[in-house]
């Protein structure tokens, strides 16, 4: 994603609220049966999972698609054709707080080259390989519930 001010595009009801983004885990299950999360680095090197301003004009599943694809160099299908949240975490920076909505969004295309791949390093790891690099709780906890949600869908 772009820099650009905070609160451009987003749909905060105002200053003091949170801002409002969105942004999916993208998922592969292997021919093993074991289930992968794609992470991705942030501007300082930790790791994340795609995620942004909701743009104007798209529905929140339609702009973290946007964004795993910028940011990842991935495409593919949401999960509830793209209406059901997996959950939410927040974070602060510069003094704001942001809300972000995700989606699962299972990957069908692996890009050799994209917007941001200069800018980023993008890892498939297993669920607790991410439940590890991740730095916020809450997509910890959205990671360990994908997961079980996964594992009874499997069954």
Same mark, same amino acid.
């Given at each position: !994603?772009?820099? =650009? ?21 993208? *998922? ?11 992470? $991705? ?7 994340? #999972?795609?995620?942004?301003? #909701? ?11 946007? /964004?795993?694809? /910028?940011?990842?160099?991935? $495409? ?12 939410? *975490?927040? *974070? ?5 707080? @942001? $809300?972000?909505?995700? @989606?699962? !969004? ?9 917007? /941001? ?5 993008? &890892?498939?790891?297993?669920?607790? /390989?991410? #439940? ?10 959205? @990671?360990? =519930? @994908? ?6 869908? &499997? &069954?």
């Amino acid at each position: !994603m772009k820099a =650009r001010k905070v609160g451009q595009n987003a749909p905060a009801s105002d200053a003091s609220g949170p801002v409002v983004q969105s942004g999916v885990v993208p *998922y592969r299950v292997r021919t093993d049966g074991h289930l992968q999360i794609l992470l $991705v680095t942030n501007s300082v090197g930790g790791w994340i #999972i795609p995620k942004g301003h #909701i743009e104007d004009g798209m529905t929140p599943g339609e702009s973290a698609c946007k /964004e795993a694809l /910028e940011e990842a160099g991935v $495409v593919g299908e949401l999960d509830g054709a793209g209406r059901d949240e997996i959950g939410s *975490y927040g *974070y602060e920076k510069g003094g704001r707080v @942001f $809300v972000v909505r995700l @989606f699962a !969004m299972r990957v069908t295309r692996v890009l050799n080259s994209w917007p /941001e791949m200069h800018e980023r390093e993008r &890892a498939w790891v297993s669920v607790d /390989e991410a #439940i590890r690099r991740v730095e916020f709780g809450g997509l910890r906890d959205v @990671f360990d =519930r @994908f997961e079980q949600a996964a594992q009874r869908v &499997a &069954a």
